[in-house]
């Protein structure tokens, strides 16, 4: 992988997301807020040269989850997740997916994911998480 743009880190994560990345992290994020980047390959685009939908969401839900550890320093599982798509993204494309953290009762979290390229939003998901142990 070339040197991250200004501002993303490379930081290695579960086994999977390790696999299908590189994954790259914002260098600041907020409590409760979690910016991560992919520059796109052919290896995360379908057979139109579209990023794949699944790698989008694997990306967002990703955002979603750590944006809430920053914030709860709990770990978590997904219960539940929704996506919505606006424009394809196009191999090439560096995205930003901007994950936060709405709210939570202690047992849940509900979160959001938008998906940019530039200052286009191309996709954008929400999320109901478990919380789990504290870490």
Known sequence: MAEP???FVQVL????INHVGPILQAVENAPGRMT?????EQVHCNTMGFMHGGMIATVCDSA???ATHTRLQRRTVTLRMALEYFDPIQKGDFIEAHGALLNEDGEVAHTECRVMVGGSMRARSTGVFRLLRKV
């Open 5 to 7: 743009p200004a501002g």
């Open 13 to 16: 994560r579960a086994p999977f």
């Open 36 to 40: 991560l980047g992919l520059q796109v």
């Open 64 to 66: 979603m989850a750590r």
